[in-house]
């Protein structure tokens, strides 16, 4: 696609690509919607439901308006009528399905895939959108891992985790803007804040470890949707 993968523009400077690249706030809630959009059509929407079984970074794929499409379903499957989650009895390689950080801690026991695994997925990319740190990261180890990292951090720390391109390019943003319209208030960190507070708690919610109490997609999209419009009212109420 155009604009290559979600992967290259959130971890560019480890890339050989030439230029680096950012996403700012609003960009990044988009692509969380668009991604959270594609999981609700597939669990929710399909005639027979798919679990994606491998949500991550690199299987987002961004077109020339940056709006997001989930892609390589290499490792789907579709999810049984009957009992709403798909068993695996193939041979042991098969039992962990999906990458190292993204796969649900589940995932690695003998059990039936569900949505529940897509979920923690989920979660932990929208983690790592908004931190700028791999579920990977040399940080995380003794069972210490994003999700903690995150939640230790609510709501008090949020600028210590947040990816600190998401505060710069807002100061850009706000220095152009007082530059044209003096008399307008300035929009301020905690704003930013308030926002990243609340995309954190939806992905903190969705990757708990219990698989039962994670949020469904269908709440994480409905979730998504009223920060950012409360983060474009605020917008609005700048100009």
């Given at each position: 696609?155009?604009?290559?993968?979600?992967?290259?523009?959130l971890?560019?400077?480890?890339?050989?690509?030439?230029?680096?690249?950012?996403?700012?706030?609003?960009?990044?809630?988009?692509?969380?919607?668009?991604?959270?959009?594609?999981?609700?059509?597939l669990?929710?929407?399909?005639?027979?439901?798919i679990?994606?079984?491998d949500?991550?970074?690199?299987?987002?794929?961004l077109?020339?308006?940056?709006?997001?499409?989930?892609?390589?379903?290499?490792?789907?499957?579709?999810?049984?009528?009957?009992?709403?989650?798909s068993?695996?009895?193939?041979?042991?390689?098969?039992?962990?399905?999906?990458?190292?950080?993204?796969?649900?801690?589940?995932?690695?026991?003998?059990?039936?895939?569900?949505?529940?695994?897509?979920?923690?997925s989920f979660?932990?990319?929208?983690?790592?959108?908004?931190?700028?740190?791999?579920?990977?990261?040399?940080?995380?180890?003794?069972?210490?891992?994003?999700?903690?990292?995150?939640?230790?951090?609510?709501?008090?720390?949020?600028?210590?985790?947040?990816?600190?391109?998401?505060?710069?390019?807002?100061?850009?943003?706000?220095?152009?803007s007082?530059?044209?319209?003096e008399?307008?208030?300035?929009?301020?960190?905690?704003?930013?804040?308030?926002?990243?507070?609340?995309?954190f708690?939806?992905?903190?919610?969705?990757?708990?470890?219990?698989?039962?109490?994670?949020?469904?997609?269908?709440?994480?999209?409905?979730?998504?949707?009223?920060?950012?419009?409360?983060?474009?009212?605020?917008?609005?109420?700048?100009?």
């Amino acid at each position: 696609m155009a604009n290559g993968s979600l992967e290259d523009w959130l971890h560019s400077k480890d890339s050989t690509l030439v230029e680096i690249k950012n996403l700012n706030l609003h960009q990044r809630l988009n692509i969380a919607i668009d991604i959270a959009c594609a999981v609700a059509y597939l669990h929710v929407h399909c005639e027979i439901p798919i679990i994606h079984c491998d949500l991550k970074p690199s299987n987002v794929l961004l077109d020339d308006e940056l709006v997001a499409h989930v892609g390589d379903f290499g490792l789907a499957r579709f999810l049984s009528a009957d009992t709403q989650s798909s068993s695996i009895h193939q041979t042991s390689s098969s039992l962990v399905r999906g990458t190292i950080g993204y796969t649900a801690p589940e995932c690695g026991m003998r059990s039936e895939l569900s949505t529940y695994g897509d979920m923690y997925s989920f979660g932990i990319l929208l983690l790592e959108m908004f931190t700028g740190k791999r579920p990977t990261n040399e940080m995380f180890k003794d069972g210490f891992n994003l999700h903690n990292f995150v939640q230790d951090s609510l709501p008090d720390r949020v600028e210590e985790i947040a990816d600190s391109v998401l505060f710069h390019s807002r100061q850009v943003d706000t220095i152009e803007s007082m530059r044209s319209h003096e008399s307008h208030a300035f929009m301020g960190n905690s704003k930013i804040e308030k926002c990243l507070i609340s995309v954190f708690r939806v992905g903190v919610s969705c990757s708990v470890t219990s698989p039962r109490e994670r949020m469904n997609i269908s709440d994480a999209v409905n979730e998504l949707h009223s920060i950012r419009d409360a983060l474009l009212k605020t917008e609005i109420r700048r100009v």
